[in-house]
């Protein structure tokens, strides 16, 4: 399969007039995420935890308009609703949200992972959704029309020893999202799950992409039913649909990207 090249494709609901953020722009999906979205027309924040960072990623962006460079904790309060007041000032209201970022925790017995860990993984995986979300969802309800796309994994269907945290935080962000998606019905917003499974490991950065566990990473194909690792462009793919017009009469669903592995029984077991 060739890649996509993402300026040929065009979707209802992403062009000039759509304003979107990205946050875990510097990771591997979310960085993809941007430059697709960027490559259709959109006016894209792209947002990472460090300025420069997300300066220097946001110029390396070829596009028609110029990517804006966002930073915010996402564990610290207030802070996810100060960045979309300055995307709405720089860009106007943002219309699709898509959450990408996510850290991950160490792949352990769950006597081995510390409450702190596990507090810090839920702080940034599953409540910034939930803030990110509470931030954008009045500028939607007055556009009357939203995108809200979240990142899951296939570690949220797939269960494997050793990976309870992560696991678990993932299938949060699933609920999350079928919650969400209930609160902000009826204004034009809708609100989805994408679930990646397998990326190959120099795609990951394991700070803000979200994925499975590394050895799953690095396992064999052959366990894959299709045969091979997921690509950016399989995962991006699914984002940008949910992020179109496209889904209008979808929400509150999580699509698996992940070439059929949930069917499979892990070897663990």
């Given at each position: ?7 040929t ?11 979107a953020?990205?946050?875990g ?32 990623l ?60 596990v507090s ?13 979300a ?47 998606a ?45 045969g091979?690792?997921g ?37 663990s077991?």
């Amino acid at each position: 399969m060739n890649d996509i090249d993402w300026r040929t494709l065009s979707l209802p609901g992403i062009d000039g007039s759509t304003v979107a953020i990205v946050l875990g722009g510097g990771g591997a999906i979310g960085g993809e995420t941007v430059r697709a979205l960027a490559a259709m027309g959109a006016k894209v924040a792209l947002v990472t935890r460090d300025l420069e960072r997300s300066t220097e990623l946001a110029k390396k962006v070829d596009a028609e308009h110029p990517v804006l460079p966002g930073v915010a904790d996402l564990a610290k309060p207030g802070d996810l609703e100060r960045m979309v007041a300055q995307v709405s000032d720089g860009l106007g209201t943002p219309t699709v949200l898509v959450n990408s970022a996510a850290i991950g925790a160490p792949h352990n017995d769950i006597t081995a992972v510390s409450r702190d860990e596990v507090s810090k993984l839920f702080d940034v995986n599953v409540v910034a959704a939930y803030e990110a979300a509470k931030a954008v969802a009045p500028g939607m309800r007055t556009a009357g029309y939203g995108r809200i796309v979240n990142v899951a994994s296939i570690a949220a269907l797939r269960v494997t020893r050793g990976g309870v945290a992560y696991g678990v935080s993932k299938a949060a962000v699933i609920s999350l999202t079928e919650q969400l998606a209930a609160d902000l019905a009826g204004g034009g917003i809708t609100v989805n799950c994408v679930s990646p499974g397998q990326t190959p490991t120099k795609l990951r950065d394991v700070n803000e992409a979200a994925g499975s566990p590394q050895e799953q990473v690095n396992g064999p194909t052959n366990a894959i039913p299709l045969g091979r690792r997921g690509r950016l462009q399989d995962y991006v793919g699914a984002i940008l649909f949910l992020s179109s017009s496209l889904a209008g009469y979808i929400t509150g669903v999580d699509i698996p990207v992940e070439g059929g592995i949930r069917l499979v029984r892990p070897k663990s077991f």
